[in-house]
């Protein structure tokens, strides 16, 4: 008995320790699924953005380069030789006698072509005349700003889903097939004639159906002329749609086109540009089909000086 009690007392007592909880899984993932993860979120971002913008662009809105003078001064394009280098340029400068104090647009030709000045004189705030000349004397100061502009425009395609083109907006269209170039698929000009409508031109104006146009206020401001192109006299003259009335004005050993009057066809529209004398429309090639029409421009966005609504 008392060698028991004493076994007991010698024997070593059980640990009262705690056993160290197990453990926890760490949360964090390994460095590569991390990357891989953060991969493919990106991947799917660009995705949804990239099908975004193409949905935007193919029904709702597109960006669009002037290429042309065609509708100076309301937006302006200066032009490329065929080498791609600039043709034109542009300055901002008050050549009115007497001076009014506003910025008339001045394009510069270049010395090669005659005339090589064609200016818009700016008054109140609007072009109201322009000239085309070779008498002009431009100041170092004004030599020195003249640059290539471009102007560019946020175009509304979904528009006429919903209406029908009206007269005096700005349309941008596919270009009819009588005179599609490949390095020039699209224009840019006004609406003037609707389906049905007689567009014709007293100078400085244009007539539809007998009365002037004056809405929008560019109608009334602009100067319309019936020349609408130039030829050689031994060229024979070209074929022209039949709603087209035109007549050659001999001018030595060149032929004058005059554009005298048009019927715009059923589903066509008359254009032209707001640059009358230095542009090719409707006056020249006929009506536009509207399933031509691409959308109407809304918004100038560059030059970023010159940023406004279209009208």
């Known amino acids: 008995m008392a060698q028991a009690k004493v076994k007991s007392a010698l024997a070593p007592e059980p640990s009262k320790a705690k056993s160290a909880p197990p453990p ?3 949360s964090s993932q390994p460095p590569a699924k991390n990357a891989l993860a953060g ?19 193919t029904f709702a809105v597109e960006l669009f380069k002037i290429p ?32 009014t ?7 510069d030709r270049g010395p090669y072509r005659r005339p090589r000045y064609h200016i818009f004189y700016k008054q109140n705030g609007r072009y109201l005349h322009n000239v085309e000349t070779d008498e002009l004397r ?3 100061q004004a030599i020195a700003q003249e640059h290539v502009r471009n102007d560019r425009i946020i175009v509304s395609k979904f528009i006429y889903w919903f209406r029908q083109p009206r007269r005096g907006e700005i349309v941008v269209f596919r270009v009819p097939a009588s005179i599609y170039l490949r390095d020039k698929p699209i224009y840019i000009k006004r609406l003037v004639g609707l389906p049905g409508d007689l567009v014709e031109i007293h100078h400085p104006h244009v007539y539809v159906n007998g009365e002037q146009l004056t809405q929008p206020e560019i109608f009334a ?6 020349k609408f192109g130039e030829r050689r006299a031994v060229t024979p003259p070209p074929s022209r749609p039949a709603c087209i009335k035109w007549h050659d004005e001999p001018q030595g050993f060149y032929v004058r086109e005059i554009f ?30 509207e399933s031509n029409l691409k959308g109407k421009a809304v918004f100038r966005y560059w030059p970023w000086r010159k940023m406004r609504f279209l009208n």
């Not at 991969?39 to 662009?57: C, G, K, N, P």
């Not at 401001?221 to 019936?226: I, M, Q, R, W």
């Not at 009057?261 to 089909?289: E, I, L």
């Open 260 to 289: 005298d009057s048009a019927k715009v066809p059923p589903g066509g529209y008359f254009m032209m540009g707001d640059n009358s004398k230095s542009s090719r429309d409707s006056r020249d090639w006929g009506a536009v089909p």
């Open 138 to 140: 431009l100041p170092p």
């Open 221 to 226: 401001d602009n100067e319309y002329v019936n």
């Open 24 to 26: 926890e899984p760490s």
């Open 101 to 107: 104090g506003q910025k008339d647009l001045i394009i």
């Open 39 to 57: 991969v493919r979120e990106w991947t799917d971002a660009l995705v949804i953005a990239f099908l975004l913008a193409m949905f935007i662009r």
């Open 68 to 99: 042309s003078g065609s509708m100076t001064p309301t937006l302006v394009g200066t032009g490329y030789d065929s080498l791609g280098n600039p043709a034109e340029y542009v300055v901002e400068w008050d050549v009115s006698r007497p001076p």
